[in-house]
């Protein structure tokens, strides 16, 4: 039983071992993008449109009001960071059920690269907003003694949000390797099926909280 | 009874410990949060999309120490660094 898909190696090149966490990774990057392409090569205005362009649709238009209703700002300047983090995870979490296929996010590299994403963003989406020195002042707000609790806080909150999305998905896969050893007939469907819901829920949790922390360091100051 | 044993057992009852008393926390604080929620949307049906949003960040939140203490377990059964090192020691 292998506790993270880092260790399962399928190939090298160089001295790199292509693990199956960047094969996985590759794969639902390449979904992701091939089916975006796929579906908006045809964009109609005109009521007869193509039910892939109508899914995206819903999708976005979802995610848009959603951003709206989280950050009380306009959506655009968020969407594409954002609506990127949902869908990778959402679809990474969903794919499980294909058999043969382990979760990246099932490894602490992805989460945790994921997290680190949002750690980085948090300050560009800050700094645009309120310029360099309107965002280092939020630090010292309200007393300049806050400083090093608001730098424990960024730290702190990056490492939970990855240890979070990790845990929950190792858990999923783990959970299910240890039921289909004990009862292999119908209890592991059932579970398989609690494990697509936690995914989904973990990736919508995932990118609310990035658009909590986003909109808080980009909040318009008067 | 050397050190070797020693450490398996200290690993496997730690484990376990660390998944009881972990959820102890995570579980109360959970169940609390749901039956405010419940009879939040109770008074105000009109905002039930708003308190489950809320509740459901929340409950990942609260979820997340949890979370923490079964990757402490889960490291002390399959990825001791302790019993590692007295097995690259041993051999």
New interface residues.
């Given amino acids: 039983m292998e506790i993270s898909p880092d260790l399962i190696v399928f190939f090298k090149i160089g001295g790199f071992n292509i693990s199956a966490t960047i094969v996985f990774t590759w794969i639902v990057m390449g979904l992701l993008i091939i089916t975006a392409w796929l579906s908006t090569r045809r964009l109609n205005v005109e009521p007869p449109i193509s039910r892939w362009q109508n899914l995206l649709e819903i999708i976005v238009t979802y995610i848009r009001e959603q951003i709206r209703e989280i950050t009380l700002q306009q959506p655009d300047r968020y969407l594409p960071f954002l609506g990127t983090l949902f869908l990778f995870i959402a679809v990474s979490n969903l794919l499980a059920i294909v058999p043969g296929y382990s979760p990246p996010t099932g490894s602490l590299s992805t989460t945790a690269a994921l997290a680190i994403c949002v750690f980085l963003a948090v300050p560009v989406y800050g700094i645009t907003q309120n310029g360099f020195i309107g965002y280092l002042r939020h630090y010292s707000q309200p007393t300049v003694f806050m400083i090093p609790f608001h730098i424990i806080n960024e730290l702190s909150r990056t490492l939970s949000m990855a240890v979070r999305l990790f845990g929950n998905i190792m858990s999923g896969s783990m959970i299910l390797a240890i039921l289909l050893s004990i009862t292999p007939l119908f209890v592991p469907i059932v579970m398989e099926v609690l494990g697509m819901l936690i995914g989904l829920v973990q990736a919508y949790i995932f990118a609310v909280l990035a658009t909590v922390y986003i909109a808080s360091a980009a909040r318009v100051h008067e | 009874m050397d050190g070797i044993d020693n450490i398996a057992i200290a690993s496997i009852v730690m484990a376990g410990l660390t998944m009881a008393i972990g959820s102890i926390g995570p579980a109360i604080g959970e169940a609390w949060a749901l039956s405010k929620a419940m009879s939040a949307i109770a008074q105000q049906p009109d905002e039930a999309g ?1 308190i489950t ?1 809320t509740l ?2 929340g409950l ?2 609260i ?2 120490v949890a ?2 203490c ?2 402490i377990s ?1 490291i002390l059964i ?2 001791n660094p302790f019993w590692n090192y007295m097995v690259l020691k041993a051999g």
Avoid: C, D, H, L
């Fill in positions: 708003t949003r459901f960040v990942a939140m979820e997340s979370i923490y079964f990757v889960i399959f990825a």
